[in-house]
């Protein structure tokens, strides 16, 4: 599946951002979708991710109860809603799709084999 990522951009902390991660080429059927990000020098850190199927949603620690993550079934979308940002959620943000789960979401990036490209998101005073 083809993936198309948007709507990164700078803001102040405790600004709120939505990311969108289109399937363009098919749908999210059967795939887990997942957000990671990353900073220079750091490896890909998992952020949240939903499996298509049974709607069920994963999060990190760091970012429970500010991030939201949902789909919309009619446009073959995941948003990532991000709330009360932080200086430390600075990072190039992708989606990802990973077709070899049932219900659940890993939180690996080695398991995903389709990403979009990244976008960023700068929080800083």
């Known amino acids: 599946v083809q993936l198309q990522a948007s709507g990164g951009g700078s803001v102040r902390p405790g600004d709120s951002l939505r990311l969108s991660c289109v399937a363009s080429?098919?749908?999210?059927?059967?795939?887990?979708v997942a957000w990671f990000r990353q900073v220079p020098g750091k490896e890909r850190e998992f952020v949240a991710g939903?499996?298509?199927?049974?709607?069920?949603?994963y999060y990190a620690d760091s970012v429970k109860g500010r991030f939201a993550i949902s789909k919309d079934s009619a446009k073959s979308t995941v948003n990532l809603q991000m709330n009360s940002l932080k200086v430390e959620d600075t990072a190039v943000y992708f989606c990802?799709?990973?077709?070899?789960?049932?219900?659940?979401?890993?939180?690996?990036?080695?398991?995903?084999?389709?990403w979009g490209q990244g976008t960023q998101v700068t929080v800083s005073s």
């Open positions: 990802a799709a990973d077709p070899n789960v049932i219900v659940s979401t890993r939180t690996w990036a080695t398991a995903y084999d389709s």
């Open positions: 939903l499996n298509w199927n049974s709607a069920r949603t």
């Open positions: 080429s098919s749908s999210f059927r059967g795939h887990s």
